[in-house]
């Protein structure tokens, strides 16, 4: 059974780091995993996925400052976000799937960067 859980959110300041974790039993078979994220009044959006091979994309909006990992042998999914700014705040969702589907999402973990 896939089950999604997020954690590490929470208040940082700008410059600041945070590393989500997301634990994802059941999800060794599926060739996509993401980070999205929304922010209050505004749509879902990608900040990271990771292929079956093991190639990252990223938005534009966090390139340089966010590194996606995968740990396939424990189903753990890792976001660490570095140089933190406050339009960064947002809930991040884990999110598994197949090819263009994510079909399984986690319940979020709101992050939120103080100026």
């Known amino acids: 059974q896939v089950r999604l859980v997020e954690s590490g959110g929470g208040l940082a300041q700008a410059g600041g780091s945070l590393r989500l974790s997301c634990a994802a039993p059941g999800t060794s078979r599926m060739n996509i995993m993401g980070w999205h994220r929304q922010a209050p009044g505004k749509e879902r959006e990608l900040v990271a996925g990771?292929?079956?091979?093991?190639?990252?994309t990223y938005a534009d909006s966090v390139k340089g400052r966010f590194t996606l990992s995968r740990d396939k042998a424990n189903n753990m999914l890792y976001l660490q976000m570095n140089s933190l700014k406050p339009e960064d705040t947002a809930m991040y969702y884990c999110?598994?799937?197949?090819?263009?589907?994510?079909?399984?999402w986690g319940q979020g973990t709101q992050v939120t960067v103080s100026s």
């Open positions: 990771i292929g079956e091979d093991g190639n990252s």
């Open positions: 999110a598994a799937g197949w090819y263009t589907v994510w079909r399984f």
